[in-house]
């Protein structure tokens, strides 16, 4: 066998890319480019009845989407068969294979314990009564799994199998072949099983953890490979939960995979994105949201309300955008939320009166709050149409109608806010107002002001 390392990821095109498969891909990719070792593509389509259309394409272009560059492949099983045919003849000429009904069966022996060192899990035994022959290649001149994947793995020097450890009960076939072969076994790593919130199986072909939908939900793919990563990994000796590509290379360890089933936790990866989110900038979150954005019909950008002198605030078009996309970007965790974050800034928002009030007002005591709001913006000249501007002024005016009485400025900012957005949540009214304009601000509050009877 090779000295240098080899892994292989070794998907069957049966649906397209899922987490599950992405961590197997994930793990064989930083494992051999951490040894200075090779990954490879393998694409096990020997199942013929379940192959899926579009299914190759996809987990080629998810792992070229996520940075996990191949070496060598795709290798397909389906132009190999007469690899795996002259293969089944050799096992048939030493006996240890026999032909039942147009297939060929491998003899299994029964006796005894079948052993082998896993890298995750130690040592691991299994009983040899509980085996049976079975088929290695089918009456269809195709071979099965049991056969073809240790074929390729030999003919292409893999030294290590990285895989799900579904795999574990059928290490008796798999050594028992490299023996009848008389070929040196790879070393062996079974990772952990991904389980729902309820410790349940993960389905491999359910459509919530498709790669790609995670992408079409509005995560990013640096948030969701580094989720993956964490599904039965982490360091040892590190709190650090944010990784990047060019980190995990250096710090993954295949001791450090857990035994136990790693929890699949959306809200953990709902945090993650949120915290990749938070590191783009705006220039670079427009380009990614245009998707969400182009869906939702957000794509008019508003005029931008004019500098002083006739310039644009914000230097116009994509920079206004950029601007408005900058203040939710503390609060997203996904950038599908975006559309209905910032949909006010793009057309006027719909509310009934009741989002005007605040704690206890009266309807009266509203209509005097927002005439005061629409006073103060009426003074102020279009220099001073600014956040810090706008903040400093408003925030004097409520806290001089609050002195000497229970009040607080919630009587003046709570209507004025719910006036520019129609939402219970959302950023504060100053920055939206400098980006609304004084003009579009004032227009609102006074349709507030009407919605007052």
Known sequence: MSNKTRTRFAPSPTGFLHVGGLRTALYNYLFAKQNGGQFILRIEDTDRARLAEGAEKNIIETLRIFGLDFDEGPIRQSERLERYKERTEELVKKGTAYPDAGAVRFKMGKDGVTEFTDIIRGEIQIENKTQ????????????????????????????????????????PKYIALHKAFGWELPQYAHLPLILDKNRAKLSKREGEVAVYDFLDKGYLKEAVLNFVALLGWHPSKSDKELFTLEELIKEFKLEDVQKAGAIFDIQKLDWMNGEYIRKKTPKELVRLAMPFLEKARLTLIPTPPPYEGGGERGGGGSS???????????????????????????????????????????????????????????????????????????????????????????????????????????????????????????????????KII
Do not use: C
């Open 132 to 171: 049976e022959d079975f088929v290695i290649l089918k009456s269809d001149g195709y071979p099965t799994y049991n056969l073809a994947h240790l074929v390729d793995d030999h003919d292409t020097a893999i030294t290590h199998v990285i895989r799900g450890d579904e795999f574990i009960s059928s290490m």
């Open 320 to 450: 206004f955008l950029e601007k408005i996309i900058a203040l939710e970007q503390p609060r997203l965790k996904k950038l599908s939320e975006l559309p209905e974050k910032i949909d006010y800034f793009f057309k006027e928002p719909e509310y009934d009166a009741g989002m005007l009030k605040w704690k206890k007002m009266t309807n009266n005591e509203i209509k005097k709050s927002l005439e005061t709001s629409k006073n103060i913006l009426e003074s102020l000249k279009d220099k001073d149409f600014n956040k810090e501007n706008l903040e400093k002024v408003f925030l004097e005016k409520a806290g001089n109608l609050s002195a000497g009485k229970a009040g607080d400025r919630g009587e003046l900012l709570w209507p004025l806010r719910a006036a520019l957005t129609g939402r219970k949540a959302s950023p504060g009214p100053f920055e939206i107002m400098e980006i609304l304009g004084q003009k579009k601000s004032i227009t609102r509050v006074q349709i507030a002001i009407d």
